[in-house]
């Protein structure tokens, strides 16, 4: 699909924004600089009549999202947990973008369970009810099972979303590809990977055999966390186009007032939020990546339910210490350890200068502690490490994306209960566990015995990689005559290096 018509697709964009109104509302919220306050009015306003005119009973910016298609409501989707960037009323209105948009009718959920299950759906359910949720993906019907009577969810993609998602996603290449040439120093952050990055998230999402397996593996990882629930899948009536999961009672985190009136501690809650996300990610290196609002409960029982598990994320064990020790340099304000792992882990380039980024790392932490939360702006936080890491050339971590944008959903979201929220004060205790649990000598005494367990596996294979090392050995010496130790001694030691650690291993 890639080519010049995509450029279309951006200029409607455009025009869109500017025939509902959204655009100058867009441009208030984020405190747009003049600049490009003009430069978007000298675009927008002549070619207005080419964008989409949406629906009028909406506020301006939902109107402009919803108009141009799933991929933008999800943006809108991630913008109504960050009030702290687009303001109260703004991140209120966006909030309908997470489980009220307008649903596709019941026939056309029948119908899809039938092609995709092979059976009529009376034949599954004794129960079908009228869609409870429609999101830009897909839409969520309350069931009940007719094997059991057990009440389920059941979750249907939208009609050709595949097809109209990516397109979207299309677009977006084009828009990466101008970026990086009229804007050469964006180069760095590689736009272009990071929307392959986003594609290869959005095709996971549109394949809910896979969103399936994430929840029931998520539930596995998570089963002995107190006051966290994962609900179980129901295979048998789950396939590509469709999945069902036991269905979840309680009350939504997005209905704020409901959440007072059950009497829960808002404060508490909030922490929870921020303590459970920060928990899966570093113990277990698999998290949930889309936890706005809409896909969070609190349940009859008091726990934290989490719902859509079509994006999820995972990061190896190395990069979760890498990541642990980074928070925990800045939670004790060791600026220079923050630096030291940065440059350690390579996500700076070696011959930059340690000291002047640990200053510099210094001017973007000490604005967090000693004041009152409330007066801490996150957009202008993350505006300055932007202004940082440019100067330092860093890259921007692909494995990493996920990571990062969940932690800016998730402090949304809890500061959405509690405005006075200080997100690293909140993370301290779990940050500070794992430290003391997988960095600490015991840590390093469990690698070791198990890099040497990896080791012993290698046994039966020794002779050949011993031969095959005294054959590079010896060639590498002929080319080298001059060397005063001879490349097979080196391969011998290695050798007998070698065979001491399998038998170290064996012993452990």
Same mark, same amino acid.
């Given at each position: ?5 995509n450029i279309w697709r951006l200029i409607r964009t455009g025009a869109t924004f500017e025939r509902t109104g959204a655009m100058e509302t867009a441009l208030e919220a984020l405190d747009a600089p003049t600049p490009l306050r003009v430069a978007a009015r000298v675009l ?9 005119? %949406? ?18 409501? $999800? ?34 959920? @029948? ?7 092979? +059976? ?21 019907? @309350? ?5 059991g009577g057990r009440s389920v969810a059941i979750k249907v993609l939208r009609p050709g979303i595949e097809r109209a998602f990516l397109r979207d996603v299309d677009a977006f290449y084009l828009a990466a590809w101008i970026i990086e040439n009229l804007a050469p120093f ?14 290869? +998230? ?16 998520? @539930? ?42 059950? %009497? ?11 303590? /459970? ?19 969070? $409960? ?24 890498? *990541? ?10 060791? *600026? ?10 390579? *996500?700076?380039? &070696? ?18 502690? %000693? ?5 801490? &702006? ?17 890259? /921007? @971590? ?13 402090? %949304? ?26 960095? &600490?000598?015991?840590? /390093? ?56 650690? +399998? ?6």
């Amino acid at each position: 699909m890639r080519g010049p018509h995509n450029i279309w697709r951006l200029i409607r964009t455009g025009a869109t924004f500017e025939r509902t109104g959204a655009m100058e509302t867009a441009l208030e919220a984020l405190d747009a600089p003049t600049p490009l306050r003009v430069a978007a009015r000298v675009l927008g306003r002549p070619f207005q009549f080419l964008g989409h005119a %949406g629906d009028p009973s909406q506020p301006p910016v939902v109107r402009a999202l919803t108009a141009l298609g799933p991929a933008y409501i $999800k943006f809108g989707q991630l913008m109504s947990t960050r009030p702290d960037i687009v303001g109260p009323e703004l991140a209120d209105q966006l909030k309908v973008l997470q489980d009220k948009l307008p649903a596709f009718s019941d026939a056309e959920a @029948r119908a899809a369970i039938s092609r995709e299950l092979g +059976v009529d759906p009376d034949a599954l359910f004794s129960e079908f009810g009228a869609p409870v949720a429609a999101a830009s993906l897909a839409q969520v019907h @309350r069931a009940r099972l007719r094997d059991g009577g057990r009440s389920v969810a059941i979750k249907v993609l939208r009609p050709g979303i595949e097809r109209a998602f990516l397109r979207d996603v299309d677009a977006f290449y084009l828009a990466a590809w101008i970026i990086e040439n009229l804007a050469p120093f964006s180069r760095r952050l590689r736009p272009r990977a990071v929307i392959e990055h986003f594609e290869g +998230v959005v095709r996971g999402e549109l394949d809910l055999r896979m969103e399936a397996a994430a929840a029931a593996e998520f @539930r596995a990882t998570t089963e002995e966390d107190t006051g966290f629930r994962v609900p179980s899948v129901i295979w048998q009536a789950s396939g590509r186009r469709v999945m069902t999961l036991e269905w979840v009672s309680g009350i939504n985190l997005g209905d704020l007032e409901a959440l007072r009136a059950s %009497g829960v501690n808002m404060t508490d809650l909030s922490h929870r939020v921020i303590q /459970t996300f920060l928990t899966h990610a570093l113990r277990d290196g698999f998290f949930h990546a889309d936890m706005h609002q809409g896909n969070l $409960k609190l349940g009859p029982d008091g726990a934290l339910v989490a719902l859509d598990f079509g994006i999820m994320g995972r990061i190896d064990a190395y990069t979760r210490r890498v *990541y642990a020790e980074i928070l925990h340099g800045f939670l004790l304000r060791d *600026y220079t350890r923050v630096a030291e792992v940065h440059f350690e882990a390579g *996500y700076v380039p &070696s011959d930059r200068d340690m000291s002047e980024f640990a200053q510099a790392l210094r001017a973007v932490g000490e604005p967090i502690f %000693g004041q009152d939360a409330t007066h801490i &702006s996150m957009a202008r936080l993350l505006a300055h490490l932007f202004e940082v890491t440019e100067r330092f050339g860093m890259e /921007t @971590r692909t494995e990493l994306i996920l990571l990062q944008r969940t932690m800016v959903v998730v402090e %949304g979201v809890a500061r959405s209960l509690d405005p006075a929220m200080n997100m690293w004060e909140t993370a301290r205790p779990v940050v500070t566990d794992y430290i003391a649990e997988n960095i &600490s000598p015991l840590a /390093t005494a469990r690698d070791l015995a198990s890099a040497l367990r990896v080791l012993t596996r290698f046994g039966p294979r020794l002779p050949q990689l011993a031969e095959a090392a005294l054959i590079r050995a010896s060639s590498e010496a002929a080319v080298r005559p001059r060397r005063v130790i001879p490349g097979w001694l080196y391969g011998l030691g290695g050798l007998v290096v070698g065979g001491a650690l +399998v038998a170290l291993g064996g012993l452990l």
